[in-house]
């Protein structure tokens, strides 16, 4: 038996007790009519078979039996008098209740109806209302006023401002304000303040008084009225208002509101006093120039400037459009899948050889190319707001540090992919505090080897290719070569540093935990950064590539993807496997035949118009199977990081757009390959990580 | 340590519904068939909640609110009273007397505990 049903065995067998209790009294009222503890108890067993009975699912009892509960209480209020025909009928009642619970049948209605009407012509004002059979559950499952409604629709965040002032008297009703607080924090991201103007002094504290109120704002996706059932209970004496202030779209509009407006929103302060106030307030260039800490010119010129710059801004504005970043990405995912399936409309044409159809499929190619630039270029911002916030850094740390620079900017506006921004930030300022600490000399010890005294740290952008070119440039004292390589010895990085070129050398300082200053600054010197530095970097397909020269300088140059979605490649092959080379380094094709093989004496280097490259078969490289020896193969000159290296394939196949498609956790760590590409007829390539595979060949080659 | 909740009503399958889902959820339940039997009961124990039908012979639940809010250790409990929708005057007077809040008959069980949970900390 489920606990349901136990219940309602259990409400049977009170029921079946209160009706013979019922039938009890109402002989007793018979001879006794004006006894009114008969009447109250008649009453309370019709009301508790009609409470239980809806409780426990006897949805049709418990209609019924409302009726016979309305007029026993009029009786109870005095207006029905009690007479041997209302007692007859309340019999009656029972016993159709009794039937209803117990008897064979429902079915009997016609004489529930009959009932009912003669109930009803006993109430005031329905006298003349004849057997109107109304619903006989249509007042047996009221809704529970104090359901508590769960988070109702799940839809867009949105804030909202709460004041709750409890009345005073709210403890001793038993109602916790702490209570209600914690019910607002579930329903999302709740900050609260206390409102304490109330509370008297000492003296005057009764303890069990409420004396404080809190305004509260509230980010949810609950919807106002599940915010309004938390204080169900004590809103009728208790101060509670909510609004709210703005949804997800609207909250750029709020956020210019000054405090004077919200405190006019919330109807603590009138809008004429706010008006007053601000108008009474000293502007900022008011207190200086009565101060006498600036020139009364001064502040005018600053005010113009100002001025210009609102113009500017608003004049960019309104030609500019805020756009949600996911829309952009959702764009960017459906030019991505566009371009794949353009690749396979092409193939497709191809072997098809309709000419029309081949006419139209170029159009296609070429437009979808135009698309794929232009969605990209959307996501791309200037890199001049991110060097402008240098500024102030280079200031504050340069005087901090007791150096004077220059800070320099060029090419600000570089377009780069907004994401690629955001992250270069951190590892550029990162590469800024070295150059400020570590780079730069003091004023003095610059005089004193003859250098100007004021040092100069510039910052380039600039395209390149298909790259983005960073470099922070410094004129201090540069990287000493000896201290790096004495510290890498002392630390065990290496063993000896003669076959290391300058290059190698500065890389080393990218080992975690490497640092060759003296004393460790706030500022750097801990050893921490390079390697995070590095890892940021190549985290966007970024390299790079340090140069310095001791006693002049030292130049970081960081270079990193116009995008990292879509990529223009070569595609080529080697055995069955296809690979696809970013054409940014790609620099020619040649051919590599048995003869120029020879003449190396099997080192893997070759002649291209008279330098020496030294090159990888990529069959090699990422041991594919199935390789058929060819006596010539297909040299892909390529080029990352200054290094020139040839890539030994089978065959090329063609260019090609390929949309990147990250690999998965387990092959990230994959040597040579970045990401891979579906070809037009759903094959996989693989796209080659060309940085890291001319660094194997370069060590392949120095060893 | 567990919370006690008392819960007083002259109706056994009500007692027992209410019995059986709160202490499913962990809480101690003390039964009352009204407020008189309420009372005694309470002599000396200590609650942490009460749920009080309204109408119930001997002592109501009016009178065992106020009753209750007299004791100065139950002064601050939480107190909801059970009422029934034609009962909006009951209602007042139960708040007036003392009752932190209310839930209508007929009422399930979820909606018991979710009332249980919004008052009793």
Redesign the interface.
Known sequence: MT?ED???Q??L??ARELLAELEEAVLELENNMSDMELVN?IF?AM??I???G???GFDAV?GFTHHV??VL?QVRNGVIPVTNDLAGLILAARDEISSMLFGASEADSAGREEIIAALRSLLPGEKNEGGVAGAETK?A????????QPVSSRGMRATYRIRFIPGSDT??????P??LL??MDNLGELRVTALADRIPCLEEINY?DCYLGWDMTLISEADINAIRDVF??VE?SSEVAIEKIANETTIGDAVTEKVGEILVARGDVPAEAVERAAKDQKKIGEILIEAGTVSKEKVNSALVEQHIIRQQAERHSATSIRVAAEKLDQLINIVGELVTTQAQLTQAAGSNGNSELLTAVEGIERLTGELRDCVLGVRMLPIGSTFAKFKRLVRDLSAGLGKEVDFITEGDETELDKTVIEKIGDPLVHLIRNSLDHGIETPEKRETSGKPRRGIIRLTAAHAGGEVIIAVEDDGKGLDTEAIVRKAMEKGLIDDAKSLSDSQIFNLIFQPGFSTAEVVTDVSGRGVGMDVVRREIEALRGSFDIQSKKGKGTTVTVRLPLTLAIIDGLLVESGRERFVIPLHHVQECVELTGRDINNTHGRHVMNVRDRLVPYVRLSEFFVTSDREALSIEQVIVVQAEDFTTGLVVDRIVGEKQAVIKPLGKMFRQADGVSGATILGDGTVALILDVPQITRCAQREEAA | MAKTIMTAD?????R??VS?TLKQAGYEVIEAADGKDALTKLNGAQIDMLITDL???NLDGIGLIKGV?GMPNH??????ML????QESKKAEG?TA???????????PD?LL??VK????
């Open positions: 606990m136990k219940h309602a259990t409400y067998e009170e108890r309370r009301h508790t009609k409470g239980s809806a409780m426990f418990a509960e309305t209480d007042e499952v009221p809704d529970s006023g104090a359901e508590v403890l001793r009703y038993g109602n916790d702490i209570a914690n019910e069990d169900i209970f009728d | 002259d109706s056994a399958s009500v027992q519904m059986f109408n119930m012979p809010r002064k601050f409990i939480p107190i909801i009422t029934t929708e034609s708040r003392g009752a932190s809040g209310w839930i209508v008959k007929p009422f399930k909606q979710a009332v919004k008052v009793l900390r």
